[in-house]
């Protein structure tokens, strides 16, 4: 890289006006590519070592049995049945009640409100949520879900423990959605009221659809991060060992994080491995979300 | 709600817009103060000035974009065909398919030149045959041999000067009786330009049409009518917009009234 940035007659050189220093500025390069590079280098290692320990543990136990059965007191009996069931029951509600109330938020926040202390209150508000404590949401949803609404609830139910990750994922959702309208340029807004559009017309035909593959990666990753939520679940009471499966909403219920928890703080060898099992099971959930989120990107990108 | 208005054929040649003592705020700040100036049927009118002061804004007061700026604030009376057009009778959304507009930067929806078009008839509830309308509105736009072919492909695939006629097309398509255009060739190559200009020329029979230009030349070839606008600072720094003169192009490019509008043609100002 040994470049002569002199070409005669620059009239800058001549006077000297400009230092041009090209070799300090292509080292200072340098470094920062090699700094950035080590950064990606150690947070893939550290991943690596994780996922590389789990899947040596947990492999030998993962068969179709350890898929099918329920929780045993043996190790080499426990499956998984039950917790997958019940993370799939927490995730299907979640995703319809979060997804249309998130959305709806958002698009009310971002296109309708007027900018004023209210909205600007709400904003702040929602926000900060965004960012509190799963432990705490997890003690009002014991509080308000659980105990106040038992009768429509039916107590420590999957309904109660749905609810309450709705609770954390939909200042997420409503963050995203707003996030991806705000990246619609203006202008197409104001093409469309110069058009004699309504509001809810230029939202629906011209910015919705192409915030839409923004609001369902953001949904997805909200919801991610749902599955692998412990703490206000347990704090709601989610049983860690049933013998059968949820079959409606008040049943009582465990999910995959819970169960693993759960044998994780076994003193028994064998049940770290099928920790290790369950957490391949967990992983594996989460990258088929992830592969969904990237898959409705590109279908829904505007080929335009 | 603002369908009653009397038979378009007796409304020839009288002032379609009129302004009367407009002032517009942003905020607490005037912008531009005591605008009066009548907009003539099928005429075309420009307004030049330098930059800021205020030709956009009285623009966008005439189809009530400004509605849409926050702290946006219209006082005095404008009225359409004699009705307040602030007044709580008329309803903005349905003022904007009468009064269209066409912008400084050419914004295409992101869908197909079809789409672009079909957009404001569909929402406005067009009866009538959609193909045909597509059309018709591209032929008037002067774009139609250009785009025949891909109709289905995107919008934003054309060149900028095809996409400044692709607006002009979709503003045309839900038959205002005035467009509005924003410096419509700022974006535009010679060429491109002289083709809208031309276009405007076809579109005066139809339509009344105002149009912002920082173009001169362009002023006195599309226009019948000139405004010129100014701006004074205030103490405060900040600038206030007005109107300086009115009349018909060939007076206030040949004979100004007013000193300040004489160097600003000719190119003393500004
Ligand atoms: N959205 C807005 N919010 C606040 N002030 C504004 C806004 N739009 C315009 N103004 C102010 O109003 C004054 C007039 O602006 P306007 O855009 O109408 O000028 P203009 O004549 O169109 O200028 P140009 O030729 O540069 O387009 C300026 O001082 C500007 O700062
Ligand atoms: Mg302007």
């Known amino acids: ?304 | 709600m603002i369908s009653d208005f009397s038979d378009p054929a007796q409304l020839t040649n009288t002032a379609v817009l009129k302004a009367e003592n407009v002032n517009v705020y942003y905020g607490s700040n005037l912008a531009v103060r005591d605008v009066s100036l009548d907009i003539p049927r099928n005429k075309v009118v420009a307004f030049i000035g330098p930059s800021g002061c205020g030709k956009s804004t009285i623009l966008r007061c005439f189809n009530r974009m400004n509605d849409l700026i926050p702290g946006a604030r219209v006082d005095g009376t404008i009225t359409f065909h004699d009705r307040n057009l602030y007044s709580k009778a008329l309803d903005p959304v349905e003022i904007r398919r009468r009064i269209g507009m066409v912008f400084q930067k050419p914004n295409p929806f992101p869908k197909s030149i079809y789409e672009n078009i079909a957009f404001g008839a569909r929402i406005n509830g067009y009866q009538g045959d959609m193909d045909e309308l597509v059309e018709s509105s591209l032929r008037k736009a002067a774009i139609w041999e250009e785009v025949k072919d891909k109709l289905k492909e995107s919008g934003l695939a054309l060149s900028g000067g095809q996409q400044q006629r692709l607006c002009i097309a979709r503003a045309i398509a839900i038959s205002p009786e005035v467009i509005l255009m924003d410096e419509p060739c700022s974006a535009l190559d010679p060429i491109s330009t002289l083709r809208v200009e031309e276009l405007i020329h076809e579109l005066k029979q139809q339509y009344t049409i105002v149009i912002v230009t920082h173009n001169m030349q362009q002023a006195s070839r599309v226009s019948d009518l000139t405004a010129f606008y100014n701006a004074e600072a205030t103490e405060k720094g900040n600038k206030i917009g007005y109107l300086v003169e009115y009349d018909n192009t060939q007076s206030i490019f040949h004979n100004p009234q007013q000193q300040a509008t004489q160097d600003y043609v000719s190119g003393r100002f500004g």
Not at chain 1, 4 to 11: A, K, L, T, V
Not at chain 1, 46 to 65: E, K, T, Y
Not at chain 1, 196 to 214: D, S
Request: glycine letters at 6%.
């Open chain 1, 1 to 304: 890289m040994n470049r002569d940035p002199f070409i005669e007659g620059d009239p800058a050189s001549a006077t000297s006006q400009f230092k041009v220093n090209l070799s300090g500025r292509y080292k200072i390069d340098r470094i920062f590519e090699i700094a950035t590079w080590a950064a990606v280098c150690i947070s893939l290692l550290v991943l690596a070592a994780l996922v590389v320990d789990v899947l040596v543990d947990g492999l030998p136990r993962l068969n179709w049995s350890f898929l099918t059965s329920f929780p045993s007191r043996k190790p080499e009996e426990a499956g998984i049945l039950p917790a997958f069931a019940g993370t799939l029951w927490v995730m299907v509600i979640i995703a319809v009640l979060s997804f249309p109330l998130g959305v709806g938020a958002g698009i009310f926040l971002e296109e309708f409100s007027q900018d004023n202390w209210l909205a600007r209150t709400i904003e702040i508000n929602i926000n900060n949520l965004a960012g509190v404590p799963s432990i705490i949401y997890g003690l009002l949803g014991l509080q308000v879900f659980v105990r106040i609404f038992e009768p429509v609830t039916g107590g420590r139910s999957v309904l109660s423990g749905a609810l309450t990750l709705v609770l954390l994922v939909l200042p997420i959702i409503i963050v995203a959605t707003r996030e991806a309208l705000r990246s619609i340029p203006d202008s197409l807004r104001l093409a469309g009221f110069a058009l004699g559009a309504t509001r809810w017309q230029v939202v629906r035909e011209q910015i919705l659809p192409l915030a839409l593959p923004g609001i369902l990666t953001g949904t997805i990753l909200a919801l991610s991060r749902a599955i692998g939520e412990t703490a206000p679940l347990i704090t709601i009471g989610a049983l860690t060992f049933i013998p059968y499966l949820p079959d409606n909403l008040q049943s009582p219920f465990t999910t995959l994080p819970i169960q693993v928890y759960n044998w994780v703080s076994r003193p028994q060898k064998e049940f770290h491995d099928t920790a290790a099992a369950g957490i391949i099971v967990l992983m594996v959930v989460l990258l088929l979300m992830n592969a969904t989120a990237v898959f409705l990107r590109n279908k829904f990108q505007k080929r335009f």
